[in-house]
């Protein structure tokens, strides 16, 4: 029993964790139509530099500065803003299918300037050696998890109720009113790319904080973590979940993680033994399925965007 | 809406069928069984024949009558290669099948993140057919292992070593490196280039090598113009037959050296055994006990074909010696009193046996009454150090039109004085 109880919290906390960022993607697309292609290196972003910020000195590696926790991870965050607002810049004009392939391109060049910046991070040995806050004063590593989990989903719940909050105030319609026409938005005096940017930017921070506690709960961060099959997860999460609802993209994400790998669980406990070895295609395909197949069904996602009328006429 | 309806039903009808279809192939328990978990990248190409590799090594185990008197079953669990899914894979295998022992992962970027977040905290032991990051080392140096990690893949700093002594035999003077832009490749390349500067020869360039480029043209055209008498190789089949085509057909020399990550027939037929004449390459491996001889023997019979691919002896060698350690800390045992057995299965002053269900039946009588075995596999006498590293002789191979052939030994104490010489 215990057992269970230890996987299911091991499992809410990734899931939740990868919740964090998929809220921070409908900021972005959902509510902005902002199609961002790069997640994985915001995400990323966020986990090395609250690795380097927070972590011990290891070697001849540049970082390990043993900041305070909780400002590593801002830090983190903070830095996911940062690549956020130079990559906005540069590529915000773009709409939809272009910027979707140039943030595509960012999300490559950032695996490849961590893989090949060894002196910075890791390379592609990646970085570890982070020493989790609280974790020598709490020896069970079982109560650490709970604890950990705790942590994470106050997290995602300030995220939860901040984006909330923002969506229903002047902001919100702001942003939607360019997602569906901005030349509508520009002629009544607003400064369309301006509100993007900021858009892109905060939903960039929310991905890296995301970012930030993944790396702290491995301990460890590889170029590996950070390849585009995590963005194409991220996005799936949102779609399946209904891209501009925030309580879509949460149930979105716990849904397709739990499919993700639970397939996998199902398939070692049923498959028969001449099969196993072709378990994990086999997996590849049922999660394929699974998710068109929820498409099919529910194009608008599990949980649509509301459309607000926010003035009825009387 | 009627296709609508139609999808539903057709979806739902196939879900039932396939969950029918399952419960009914599940293989009836026999009287005890004990788990075992595996955790690796079952959908890459060459992580299947690792895994298949596994369970015959569990087969043979079970033909002696299992472990302990129980049956041995493998929980197999696909990694995707991608570390979130090998840690959740892991933590289920640990927490839900209540696994003592993990077999995997094989990239390092995946055993590391399962070693420190799943099998040390939760006392498993775990050891990898693969993985040969150094970071692997100093972690345990550090004491954050517990004692729990083994490999029965030499470190990059063996097959370096290996691979440096085979092109000072060879006379080379500029050798160009090609190498695998991973933590692996990384390493092998740093090593090699390190270890050629010390024994004066030059280094005329080294080159990463990215995954699932449509071309390396340009890599090879870069490596091509400084002129190198030979090239190295730390690159995996696919890329590399690639690069070894693009590289011959722009004129380059055939001299090459390689890494056992290329002992594949795959690599040989697809690059034209003519052009690899000249090739050679090292691999882990120990003279030539009858073990050895057995494996591929035994294998060909199970699989009818030579094992021949990366990892596999490897893999053949970590199931059997988890296995056995399991034998000797007797039923129910936990992982760190596995981990601890380990040394006295792969004691060489201990009875040799040999890596078969014959083999495995005497260890069981040897353990038993107290004693320790020297377990003699498919790599040859393994045996570990204190920080779960294996050390191992290295092999020289070359390719044959048939297949591949050893071609000669080199025994670690030749590898050690070499490195002590230019140290």
Same mark, same amino acid.
């Given at each position: 029993m215990i057992g269970v109880i230890s996987y299911l919290v091991f499992f809410t906390t990734i899931a939740a964790i990868l919740a964090i960022a998929v809220l921070g993607l409908n900021l972005q697309? &959902?509510?902005? #139509?902002l199609f961002n292609g790069g997640v994985a290196a915001f995400f990323g972003a966020g986990a090395y530099a609250t690795i380097l910020l927070g972590g011990t000195p290891q #070697?001849?590696? !540049? &970082? &390990? @500065?043993? !900041? @305070?926790y909780p400002l590593a991870l801002a830090g983190g965050a903070l830095c996911a803003g940062l690549l956020a607002w130079m990559v906005g810049l540069l590529t915000l004009k773009l709409r939809h299918d272009y910027l979707a392939i140039a943030t595509f391109g960012v999300a490559v060049a950032f695996e490849s300037f961590v893989r090949n910046t060894s002196v910075m991070t890791g390379g592609a040995l990646g970085l570890r050696g982070f020493e989790r806050p609280l974790e020598a004063l709490i020896e069970n590593p079982f109560l650490y998890n709970i604890l950990f989990l705790l942590v994470v989903v106050l997290v995602l719940a300030s995220v939860y109720v901040f984006l909330q909050k923002l969506l229903h105030a002047p902001f919100g319609r702001l942003l939607r009113a360019i997602r569906e026409d901005e030349t509508a938005a520009q002629s009544l005096g607003k400064n369309p790319s301006e509100v993007r940017l900021t858009a892109f930017i905060v939903g960039s921070v929310i991905m890296g904080l995301a970012g930030g506690l993944y790396a702290t709960f491995y301990a460890f961060i590889s170029p590996q973590d950070v390849v585009p099959t995590l963005t194409f997860q991220i996005w799936a999460m949102l779609i399946v979940g209904g891209a501009g609802n925030n309580l879509g993209a949460l149930v979105g994400t716990f849904l397709i993680w739990a499919v993700w790998t639970g397939s996998g669980w199902c398939l070692s406990k049923y498959a028969p033994v001449e099969a196993q070895i072709y378990t994990g295609t086999l997996q590849y395909i049922l999660i394929g399925a699974i998710i068109v197949s929820m498409l099919l069904w529910r194009p608008q996602g599990i949980f649509p965007e509301k459309l607000v009328i926010s003035q009825s006429g009387d | 809406m009627k296709g609508r309806a139609k999808i539903k039903v057709w979806g739902a009808m196939s879900a039932a069928m396939l969950c029918i279809g399952l419960l009914g192939n599940q293989v009836l328990a026999a009287d005890c069984t004990t788990k075992i978990g595996v955790a690796l990248p079952t959908s890459v190409d060459w992580g299947r024949p690792i895994a298949a590799t596994t369970q015959f090594a569990v087969d043979l185990v079970n033909e002696a009558g299992g472990v302990s008197g129980c049956n041995i079953e493998v929980v197999l669990r696909d990694t995707q290669n991608d570390p979130k899914v090998g840690v959740d894979a892991a933590r289920s295998l640990v927490d839900?099948?209540?696994?003592k022992l993990l077999l995997g992962a094989v990239s390092s970027g995946v055993s590391m993140p399962i070693l420190t977040s799943v099998t040390v905290p939760s006392n498993v032991m775990q050891m990898s057919c693969c993985s040969s990051s150094t970071a692997f080392t100093k972690l345990s140096e550090e004491g954050k292992t517990k004692g729990l990690w083994f490999r029965t893949f030499a470190t990059s700093e063996v097959q370096a070593n290996a691979a440096t002594i085979l092109i000072k035999e060879q006379g080379f003077k500029n050798v160009a490196i090609f190498y695998k832009n991973d933590d692996w490749g990384q390493d092998m390349g740093r090593l090699v280039a390190d270890n050629l500067k010390k024994l004066g020869v030059n280094v005329t360039t080294s080159i990463a090598i990215n995954d699932g480029?449509? =071309?390396?043209q340009a890599e090879v055209a870069k490596g091509i113009s400084g002129k190198p008498d030979a090239i190295y190789l730390a690159l995996y089949p696919k890329e590399g037959i690639s690069i070894v085509r693009n590289w011959i057909s722009l004129g380059g020399t055939q001299e090459m050296v390689v890494a056992n990550s290329l002992k594949s027939d795959e690599f040989r037929d697809k690059v034209g055994f003519k052009y690899l004449a000249a090739a050679i390459g090292t691999d882990t491996s120990s003279p030539r006990v009858d073990s050895a001889t057995a494996f591929i023997d035994i294998y060909k019979e199970r699989f009818? =074909?030579?094992?021949?691919?990366?990892?596999l002896s490897n893999a053949f060698d970590a199931t059997m010696i988890a296995l056995l350690a399991m034998q000797a800390a007797g039923k129910d045992a936990d992982g760190p009193a596995i981990a601890k057995e380990v040394s006295r299965v792969t004691d060489p002053q201990g009875t040799p046996i040999t890596a078969d269900t014959a083999g495995f039946k005497k260890a069981i009588t040897i353990l038993h009454d107290g004693g320790s075995v020297m377990y003699q596999g498919a790599t040859g006498n393994v045996q570990f150090d204190k920080n779960g590293d294996v050390f191992a002789p290295a092999v020289a191979w070359v390719f044959t039109e048939s297949g591949i052939k050893e071609e000669r030994y080199v025994s670690l104490e030749e590898i050690k004085s070499f490195m002590d010489s230019i140290n």
């Open positions: 697309w &959902g509510n902005t #139509g #070697g001849e590696h !540049i &970082g &390990g @500065f043993e !900041i @305070f | 839900l099948e209540k696994v480029q449509a =071309s390396y009818d =074909s030579e094992p021949n691919g990366p990892g």
